[in-house]
């Protein structure tokens, strides 16, 4: 090649890089996917999920009450209410009751921070549509007209804002169940837009605008296409103007077929669990209580997932690639139930000890495998973690696929001295195990610096 065209090829690819870079997203799926995810989110790792709203007041059965109630006509709903409620209540009583009494946004800004956790995603208008925030187009029906008299969203986010080391997120659910307007489009077969036009596109764009998510967790998707949504030149505003365009991270749920698809990070179904390594970033939201995401005043000991079996999710979660939403349900009256707080906190003195294997990592080229005991890997560099969810109870401990060399250094996170270990035959190692310290958590993590 001479001189010229060599010249001619590094100006070309110096416009084409530009243009990816400085150049504006098109309302289309492929210019928006190809949009690279910011990097905080996928360093953070750990992020809690919050469900409150009036369905918080109920608070039975789960977040989906007025539906199982009224739209789904459960015998145990019907019942519930037949038993408890006046003839002819509905559902909008029971927004008066979301007191938030003891709502102090500092508190559970303090509880988030100690869980370790870096980002924080609340339900702004979960499916019923009451608006946890004073939205001009929500007909009275939001938290500041309505049960509590205040700004749930901008309170939460201020107090949020004041640690450092959390990011704030907004859940926003695209379909209102009973909403009228919504139910006009959907007679229509979607071919109307008033909903979206009257009601999404303004509380999406007042979000935005007034607190500055860096993370948009869309849902209630499902019925109808992204066309109907809008969802296209949605995001292509927020990546190309909105006042978060740099930082903000959506999810995938942006119209029917989209899920594990299109958008940002994906979340594919709740609870979504790959067993291989996806070629996209993924996070999986999962709840204490296994049978709700908001509060149910009826919940038991034995609904919910103990802290071994919450870490565990989480470092199969991390080891795969992705990230863990943990969700808790506040009470109507402002409350943390203590049992989530508990959760939260030892999961928090866990991380304090074996974040390092956590945050900023990388899956490794082994995900999992059956060592002495089962371990997950995950990486920094020429570093990997391999964090094992049971005491082995014998000091020889096996790993197969770490690679040594006269450099491998392995030491177990929270004590400081170098264990002593022998290579295994082509690949592997026997480490001396230390006594392992007591945690309630019941998982370690040995680092082994200079393997391959
Ligand atoms: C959807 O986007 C199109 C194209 O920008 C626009 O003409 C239309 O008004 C939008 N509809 C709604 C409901 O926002
Ligand atoms: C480890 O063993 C368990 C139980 O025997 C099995 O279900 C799992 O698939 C094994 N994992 C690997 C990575 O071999
Ligand atoms: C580790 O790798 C990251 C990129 O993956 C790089 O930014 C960082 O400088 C590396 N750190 C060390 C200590 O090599």
Known sequence: MGIRQSKLLTLLLLCTHLSAFGGRYT????????????????????GIFIHWGAFSVPAFGSEW??????????PAYLLFMAKNYPPGFTYAEFAPQFNAQFFDPNEWAEILEASGAKYVVLTSKHHEGFTNWGSPTSWNWNS????PHRDIVGELAMAVRKKRSLHYGLYHSLYEWFNPLYLNDKKSGFKTQGFVYYKVMPELYDLVTRYKPELIWSDGDWEAPDTYWNSTQFLAWL??????????????????GCYCKHGGYYNCAD???????????????????????????????????????????????????????????????????????????EIGAWLKVNGEAIYATKPWRVQTENGT????????NTTVYAIFLSNPMQDSFQLFSPITSEKTVVTLLGSPQALKWTPLHSSGLTVLLPDLPVTPAGAWSLKLDGVA
């Open 65 to 74: 009450f007025w539906w199982n109630w009224q739209g789904a006509k459960n």
């Open 271 to 345: 609870k979504y669990t790959p067993s291989e390594l996806l070629n996209h970033k993924w996070e999986k939201c999962n709840s204490v209580d296994t049978l709700s995401w908001g509060y149910r005043r009826n919940m038991r000991l034995s609904d919910l997932m103990d802290l071994p079996t919450i870490i565990k999710d989480f470092v199969n979660t991390v080891a795969f690639g992705g990230n863990y939403l943990l969700n808790i349900g506040p009470t109507a009256d402002g409350m943390i139930p203590d049992v989530f707080e508990e959760r939260l906190r």
């Open 27 to 46: 309302p289309d799926w492929k210019s928006l996917d190809a949009r690279p995810l910011p990097d905080w989110y996928d360093e953070a790792k750990f």
């Open 239 to 256: 990546y190309n103007d909105s006042p978060v365009k740099d930082t903000v991270v959506v999810n995938d749920r942006w119209g029917a």
């Open 373 to 380: 005991v089962p371990v997950w890997y995950t990486s920094k």
């Open 144 to 147: 500041v007209d309505n049960g």
